[in-house]
């Protein structure tokens, strides 16, 4: 027996142990780089998405082949559900780290703004003022 017996496919190690633990990791990549695909759909990054797109898929495949392969190992489904989940809460982690485009907010006042208007400006904030009469 060689040092690295316990690493091939048919070591019971490998199959309970390392196994699920890559499934698990590859789903969190997988995931992660899906949610940000979609984020970078949704702000128009036309370039970014289709190469998130391709290593989503190849992620996916390999995971899922390895699981076609294991069907008998219990711990490959659970850590391809537990992958998913993490990834999904990875990618929008990483989408506030990011903070990719522009947030707009509409503060409506009754009082006297000047102040606030000099400390956004003093913050380097763009702001448009506006003022409005009605209802």
Known sequence: MTVLSFLTSEAPIFTWVFLP???FC???FDQ??????????SK???????LFAF????IWLLAIGEIMKHLNNPLCYVAYAGGYAMGNYTGMWLD???????VIIRVIL???THDLIDQLKAAN????VLDAEGS
Not at 96 to 102: A, F, L, T, V, Y
């Open 21 to 23: 633990i890559l499934i």
């Open 26 to 28: 590859s789903r969190i």
């Open 32 to 41: 992660s780089v899906g949610t940000l695909r979609m984020i970078f759909v």
């Open 44 to 50: 128009g990054l036309k370039k970014l998405a289709p």
């Open 55 to 58: 290593f989503e898929s190849l």
């Open 96 to 102: 506030e780290r990011i903070s990719i485009g522009n």
């Open 110 to 112: 009754s009082v006297d």
């Open 125 to 128: 904030f763009g702001l448009t």
